[in-house]
């Protein structure tokens, strides 16, 4: 399985970002996918993620600012992110698994916010 993120970067606050994740190895469609990040000296956290039937849960620090969507044509999973704040700086993983237990990981990719 490999998952392979993109799309990260620097951006002032209040800029928007979008990340993309392609995944292979799996049949993409069955599976659940999230995007979690890691800042500095702070514990892995779950910022959004997206089921195999498109349900979706966000991490309440990003409800209406991120939105996950997934193109299982593209076997891809996005991540837009509007309005970024300094907080928000951090590396994004890309994560898949099953019922909502995610056991694959990406090699994750840095986005910095100045303020």
């Known amino acids: 399985v490999q998952l392979q993120a993109s799309g990260g970067g620097l951006v002032q606050a209040g800029e928007s970002l979008r990340l993309s994740c392609i995944a292979s190895?799996?049949?993409?469609?069955?599976?659940?996918m999230g995007w979690y990040r890691q800042a500095p000296g702070k514990q892995r956290e779950l910022v959004a993620l997206?089921?195999?039937?498109?349900?979706?849960n966000y991490a309440d620090s990003v409800k209406g600012r991120f939105a996950i969507s997934r193109d299982n044509a593209k076997n891809t999973v996005y991540l837009e992110m509007n309005s970024l704040k300094p907080e928000d700086t951090a590396v994004y993983y890309c994560?898949?698994?099953?019922?909502?237990?995610?056991?694959?990981w990406g090699q994750g990719t840095q986005v910095t916010v100045s303020s």
């Open positions: 190895g799996i049949i993409f469609s069955r599976y659940d």
């Open positions: 997206i089921t195999s039937g498109y349900s979706t």
């Open positions: 994560s898949s698994g099953r019922s909502r237990q995610f056991s694959y």
